[in-house]
């Protein structure tokens, strides 16, 4: 099991300060998104991550050695980065066939990762065809040839699909299960929720945030509309019998929002006490305040 140690990592370019003083770790066995707005030094991390770009000062490990010094870099960490840099006439295992042999990889590991990342039926066609779900897919598989441990995917889910975002969830949660160290990140809190199970939050190159999910997000809470509001907010704060009294709060736009009790307990106790609901969704909405609240200025001076 591979973790990946961040300390004190600082970066300038010019006046520039991309990251100042950044320490986190990712742990194996899970998917850890890495967050913030555009330009907050994501992919500059990634690149240090890598190798491909130096610290001004600070260090990174993986498996306890710095990048430089791991015997068989790409047999550790799989990055990928800049989606489509294919050579448009070459075909998916022409391209990997290329990497193989400069990883030193024999050729039956392009057939395995064709077949991992769903890609055997395609490999014979010309990358120009391919799809931005396709072309995520070849850049993992390229990036899986030396099955590494680690896995680093900088903004993976630009331009995918919801069918696409759907596959990439399974793939990165099976990764995980086998004990890899997956670290994805995302300008896009909302895109995370359903695929990382820790976080680490920046904001100008500084850390705001780490830690499991449900720390930073708090307890669950759904947003519920009922015509009889009133009756149902009172309802909803008795909660269940012999369990701990959900929060309602009533929202400007008529809507209650509930924590400590799931949709279907919502759903249970209106239709229990005869009070019709219109509307019963999860509140995402919060989510991405929850991002702007941690990554604005206001959450600097506040
Ligand atoms: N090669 C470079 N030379 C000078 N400045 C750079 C360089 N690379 C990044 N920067 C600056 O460093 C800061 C962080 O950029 P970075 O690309 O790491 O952020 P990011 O969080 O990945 O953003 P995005 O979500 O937009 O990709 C930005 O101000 C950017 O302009």
Avoid: C
Wanted: aromatic content about 4%.
């Amino acid at each position: 099991m591979v973790s990946v140690t961040v300390s004190h990592l600082t970066k300038r370019w010019g006046p520039i300060t991309a990251v100042h003083d950044l320490t986190f770790t990712v742990a194996p066995g899970v998917v850890t998104g890495f967050l913030g707005p555009n330009g907050a030094g994501k992919t500059t991390t990634m690149r240090m991550l890598t190798g491909l770009v130096s610290p001004t000062s600070g260090t990174v490990t993986i498996g306890g050695l710095p990048y430089a010094q791991l015997r068989r870099p790409s047999s550790t960490v799989g990055a990928v980065f800049d989606a489509g840099a294919f050579h448009p006439g070459h075909t998916a295992r022409d391209h990997l066939r290329v990497y193989a042999a400069m990883g030193g990889y024999p050729d039956s590991r392009v057939t395995d990762v064709l077949e991992l990342l769903d890609l055997s039926g395609a490999a014979d066609r010309r990358t120009r065809e391919f799809s931005t779900g396709m072309r995520q897919r070849l850049n993992l598989a390229t990036a899986l040839l030396g099955d590494p441990r680690v896995l680093l995917l900088d903004e993976p889910s630009n331009g995918l699909d919801p069918e696409g975002m759907l596959w990439l969830r399974g793939f990165l949660r099976r990764l995980a299960g086998e004990d890899h160290t997956v670290l994805i990140s995302s300008h896009v809190l909302s895109e995370m929720e359903q695929l990382v199970d820790d976080v680490v939050v920046i904001r100008r190159g500084e850390l705001v945030a780490a830690g499991p999910w449900s720390r930073l997000t708090g307890p669950p809470a759904v947003l519920v509309r009922s015509p009889d509001a009133d009756r149902l907010a009172a309802v909803l704060r008795d909660g269940r019998p012999g369990e701990a009294a959900p929060q309602v709060e009533a929202l400007d736009d008529g809507r209650l929002r509930v924590r400590g009790l799931d949709a279907p307990g919502v759903a249970d106790l209106a239709a229990a006490h005869r009070l019709p609901v219109h509307e019963l969704v999860s509140d995402s909405t919060s989510l991405e305040q929850l991002f702007l609240d941690l990554t604005t200025e206001r959450a600097a001076t506040s």
